[in-house]
């Protein structure tokens, strides 16, 4: 039994812009996440206020998130890695904060440049000084399949991450196949152990799509029960420090899925492929994804 209704959390203006070789023009990105604010999505990560000379792609952070114009019912979250990063997610007026971490050592150095257990710290100040500041917090992990660092990723290493972060008083967790080399059987035994510990509830999947296997994972976890997924408009995204990562799955690719299967999302999958065609010119490329292509009448 599938679920009936699915929240898909649009991640492309981080996750797919923080990738790009270009800097794209800060009111480019204003009107891409105009755009998809009238798309019918709920949820939408604007930026991300990690270290500008980490990634230069989103140093204009403060400036998006202040200049987007609002819906009342939309979550606008943004990444946020330490309080020097909170208190600029907060000044900027965000909704909802994003920490994140990896389950391997070899990820998470390269990626935050510290190791797991001093990763702890740093992030439980972020969701203190957020839930002080009356803001959710949302908790990704990154790498819970595989690492390109250290390789397969155990899913009790998963769990240990997440158990600290929900100790923090997270409000959820995103688990990220950060290099897209996940495939079903596996997404299957990883989300057996953290359902043995957590709801499907507390949990968001976050898949990217380097070998095709995305959609093949988004069923797996449906049919655990799960009912959060990330994805990126365009199929853009990809994080600079996982070497081979690339696109996130699909924003239309997943709606195409899950309307065909009866399962509703409020996303109005039209309005979605008008938007990504619109930043084809932008970003100076073709979207990878189907439902782009389908919409350029390839
Ligand atoms: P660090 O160099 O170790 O930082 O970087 P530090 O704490 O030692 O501070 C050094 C200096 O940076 C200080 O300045 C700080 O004030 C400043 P100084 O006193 O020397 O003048 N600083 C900052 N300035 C502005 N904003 C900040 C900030 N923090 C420190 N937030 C840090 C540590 C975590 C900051 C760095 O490693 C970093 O920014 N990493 C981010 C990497 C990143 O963004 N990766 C991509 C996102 S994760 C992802 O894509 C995966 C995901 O999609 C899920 C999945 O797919 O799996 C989420
Ligand atoms: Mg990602």
């Given at each position: 039994?599938?679920?009936?209704?699915?929240?898909?959390?649009?991640?492309?203006?981080?996750?797919?812009?923080?990738?790009?070789?270009?800097?794209?023009?800060?009111?480019?990105?204003?009107?891409?996440?105009?755009?998809?604010?009238?798309?019918?999505?709920?949820?939408?990560?604007?930026?991300?206020?990690?270290?500008?000379?980490?990634?230069?792609?989103?140093?204009?952070?403060?400036?998006?998130?202040?200049?987007?114009?609002?819906?009342?019912?939309?979550?606008?979250?943004?990444?946020?890695?330490?309080?020097?990063?909170?208190?600029?997610?907060?000044?900027?007026?965000?909704?909802e904060?994003?920490?994140?971490?990896?389950?391997?050592?070899?990820?998470?150095?390269?990626?935050?440049?510290?190791?797991?257990?001093?990763?702890?710290?740093?992030?439980?100040?972020?969701v203190?000084?957020?839930l002080?500041?009356?803001?959710t917090v949302r908790g990704?992990?990154?790498?819970?399949?595989?690492?390109?660092?250290?390789?397969?990723?155990?899913?009790?290493?998963?769990?240990?991450?997440?158990?600290?972060l929900f100790?923090?008083g997270i409000s959820e967790i995103?688990?990220?196949?950060?290099?897209?080399?996940?495939?079903?059987?596996?997404?299957?035994?990883?989300?057996?152990?953290?359902?043995?510990?957590?709801?499907?509830e507390q949990?968001?999947?976050?898949?990217?799509?380097?070998?095709?296997?995305?959609?093949?994972?988004?069923?797996?976890?449906?049919?655990?029960?799960?009912?959060?997924?990330?994805?990126?408009?365009?199929?853009?995204?990809?994080?600079?420090?996982?070497?081979?990562?690339?696109?996130?799955?699909?924003?239309?690719?997943?709606?195409?899925?899950?309307?065909?299967?009866?399962?509703?999302?409020?996303?109005?999958?039209?309005?979605?492929?008008?938007?990504?065609?619109?930043?084809?010119?932008?970003?100076?490329?073709?979207?990878?994804?189907?439902?782009?292509?389908?919409?350029?009448?390839?």
């Open positions: 039994q599938l679920p009936k209704q699915v929240q898909i959390k649009e991640v492309g203006p981080r996750d797919g812009l923080q990738n790009e070789m270009t800097f794209i023009p800060t009111e480019e990105k204003i009107r891409l996440v105009n755009r998809l604010s009238e798309t019918g999505l709920n949820y939408i990560e604007v930026t991300s206020f990690v270290h500008p000379k980490w990634i230069p792609q989103l140093a204009d952070a403060v400036e998006v998130l202040k200049e987007i114009k609002r819906h009342d019912d939309i979550t606008y979250a943004a990444l946020v890695p330490n309080s020097k990063g909170l208190e600029r997610a907060l000044d900027a007026g965000v909704d904060v994003s920490v994140f971490m990896s389950a391997s050592e070899g990820h998470n150095k390269s990626n935050i440049n510290k190791s797991i257990d001093e990763t702890f710290p740093v992030l439980k100040e972020v203190d000084g957020a002080a500041a009356g803001k990704y992990i990154s790498t819970v399949i595989s690492c390109p660092y250290d390789g397969y990723t155990k899913p009790e290493q998963v769990v240990y991450v997440a158990e600290k100790e923090m995103s688990l990220g196949d950060t290099i897209g080399v996940g495939v079903p059987t596996q997404v299957d035994a990883l989300l057996q152990e953290m359902l043995s510990f957590y709801k499907a949990l968001a999947m976050h898949f990217h799509d380097t070998r095709g296997t995305a959609l093949a994972n988004v069923m797996t976890s449906l049919s655990h029960g799960i009912t959060k997924f990330d994805s990126a408009i365009g199929g853009l995204g990809g994080c600079p420090y996982a070497k081979g990562a690339s696109g996130n799955v699909a924003t239309e690719d997943l709606l195409y899925l899950l309307h065909e299967m009866g399962i509703e999302t409020g996303v109005n999958l039209k309005k979605i492929q008008q938007t990504a065609l619109s930043i084809e010119g932008i970003i100076g490329k073709k979207l990878s994804s189907k439902l782009a292509a389908i919409a350029r009448g390839e």
